[in-house]
């Protein structure tokens, strides 16, 4: 069985995405000015979380939603209803992504995600051969003297 490289991911990523919502439908029903902070850390944690597993699309839809929310920050405004629906509308974007992510069912077939990066491919080692004959590995007796010979 092979291993599901976004388990936690996802679990972090849903948790945080069911917080945001719940704080912008609290939020239509009562003004709420401490919103834009409270949605900024938590986009910005579901940021850097799929940044950590290298998922750049979500990590670009929650850097959309700090986008929406910094200038709300910023003004010390409680965000209008267009504000509210814009954010309802990342927030569900980011779902569908998140869900997007789930293990296929047994039996079906496995889809690449287009949005990750090929994993990078590390440089073969050097045999311990070439190390040791590098200029700054050989023996004090096989280094070339640094005192100048003495010409007539």
């Known amino acids: 069985?092979?291993?599901?490289?976004?388990?936690?991911?996802?679990v972090e990523a849903r948790d945080l995405l069911r917080q945001m919502g719940e704080a912008v439908l609290a939020a239509e029903q009562a003004p709420a000015p401490d919103l834009p902070p409270r949605l900024l850390r938590l986009a910005h944690t579901l940021k850097g979380a799929?940044?950590?597993?290298?998922?750049?699309?979500?990590?670009?839809?929650?850097?959309?939603?700090?986008?929406?929310?910094?200038?709300?920050?910023?003004?010390?405004?409680?965000?209008?209803?267009?504000?509210?629906?814009?954010?309802?509308?990342?927030?569900?974007a980011a779902e569908e992504s998140i869900t997007a992510l789930d293990v296929p069912a047994?039996?079906?077939p496995a889809t690449a995600d287009k949005s990750r990066p090929p994993p990078r491919r590390r440089r073969p080692r050097r045999p311990p051969s070439r190390?040791?004959?590098?200029?700054?590995?050989?023996?004090?007796?096989?280094?070339?003297?640094?005192?100048?010979?003495?010409?007539?």
């Not at 069985?1 to 996802?10: L, N």
């Open 1 to 10: 069985m092979a291993k599901d490289p976004y388990r936690f991911f996802r």
């Open 50 to 92: 799929a940044s950590v597993v290298r998922l750049p699309a979500i990590a670009a839809q929650a850097h959309a939603i700090e986008d929406l929310l910094t200038p709300l920050r910023d003004a010390d405004a409680a965000p209008g209803r267009a504000e509210l629906d814009a954010l309802l509308a990342l927030i569900d």
């Open 106 to 108: 047994a039996g079906a």
């Open 131 to 152: 190390l040791r004959s590098h200029r700054s590995h050989r023996r004090p007796s096989q280094r070339p003297s640094t005192i100048p010979s003495a010409r007539c």
